[in-house]
C-alpha cells in the first residue's frame, strides 16, 4: 500500500488536474490486470515513468479501479491546494541563462515591501545605495505600515560596519523602529547580523544573501528565495518580532 500511495502522490505532483481527472476517468472503468494504455493524451517522458510506477505498484494491490481513481483525484486536489497556500520563487541577481527562469533581487524586495499593508520587518547587515528601495519604503511609510529593521551597528557604535546603516535607513523612513543586537552573551559574543531577510504581514518574506546595497540589487551574484503563503512566512516574522518582545534585540537609541 505504501509504494501504492508514494506512486499516487509522484503522479500527481507532476501532471495537472485535468489529467489527474481523464486518468481517473479510464482507471475507474478497467480491472487491474486489463490496464492497457492508461495515458490520457501526451505525456512527458517524466510522467510516462511516474503512470508506469502507478500501474506497478497497482497490479500486486487489492484496491480496485474505482478505489484507485478517487486516491488519484484526492491527492491531486489536496496536491493544487497545498500548492496554492505557499509559492516559492527562485530569486537571483547576475549572470542568467535562459535555461531556468528566476527572479531579480530588486524586484523580489520590492515585491515584499509593496505588498505590506500592516507591518514589515526588514534585517541586514548594511545598507546604502538603495534608491529604488527607498521609494517603496517611503510609499509603504506612507500607507501607515509599521515598519521595523534590524541591522548591524556600526564599527563606531561597537558593531562591525565601516558606514552607519541605521543612519541611512532614517534618511529614507524616519519613524521606522530600528533595533540592533547588543548583548550577545559568551555563546555569539563575536557574531553579527548577517540574516537578510524581509517579511511582510506574515504573508510575504524574501530570504536571500543580498544586504541592503545598490550593488547586491544589481550587480553581484545574490541568490534568495521568495515565498508567499502558509506557513513560513508567518512564522518568519513571528520570530522575529519575538526577538524584539523578549529582548534579544533591543531599540537602536536604547
Request: glycine share 6%.
Amino acid at each position: 500500500m505504501r509504494e501504492l500511495l508514494a506512486a499516487v502522490s509522484e503522479l500527481v505532483s507532476i501532471v495537472s488536474y485535468d489529467r489527474v481527472a481523464a486518468l481517473a476517468a479510464k482507471i475507474r472503468a478497467v480491472q487491474v490486470e486489463k490496464t492497457g494504455d492508461l495515458r490520457a493524451g501526451a505525456m512527458s517522458a517524466k510522467a510516462e515513468n511516474a503512470l508506469k510506477g502507478l500501474v506497478v505498484a497497482w497490479k500486486p494491490s487489492t484496491i480496485s479501479g474505482e478505489t484507485l481513481a478517487a486516491m488519484l483525484l484526492a491527492a491531486a486536489h489536496a496536491f493544487r491546494h497545498a500548492e496554492s497556500r505557499q509559492r516559492v520563487e527562485l530569486v537571483w541577481t547576475g549572470p542568467t541563462t535562459e535555461l531556468v527562469p528566476a527572479r531579480r533581487t530588486e524586484q523580489a524586495l520590492i515585491q515584499v515591501i509593496d505588498a505590506a499593508q500592516h507591518r514589515l520587518f526588514i534585517t541586514s547587515y548594511v545598507a546604502y545605495d538603495i534608491e529604488s528601495v527607498a521609494r517603496a519604503l517611503k510609499l509603504a511609510a506612507k500607507r501607515g505600515v509599521k515598519i521595523e529593521f534590524l541591522m548591524e551597528l556600526s564599527s563606531a557604535q561597537g558593531g562591525k560596519v565601516s558606514i552607519d546603516p541605521i543612519g541611512n535607513l532614517k534618511k529614507i523612513v524616519p519613524n521606522a523602529l530600528f533595533y540592533v543586537w547588543k548583548d550577545k552573551g559568551a555563546a555569539f559574543v563575536n557574531g553579527s547580523v548577517h540574516a537578510k531577510v524581509a517579511v511582510a504581514d506574515g504573508a510575504y518574506c524574501f530570504i536571500t544573501s543580498a544586504n541592503l546595497t545598490g550593488y547586491a540589487m544589481d550587480q553581484n551574484m545574490e541568490a534568495g528565495v521568495l515565498i508567499s503563503g502558509d506557513p513560513l512566512p508567518e512564522e518568519l516574522h513571528r520570530h522575529l518580532e519575538a526577538l524584539a518582545m523578549t529582548g534579544v534585540v533591543v531599540p537602536a537609541d536604547d
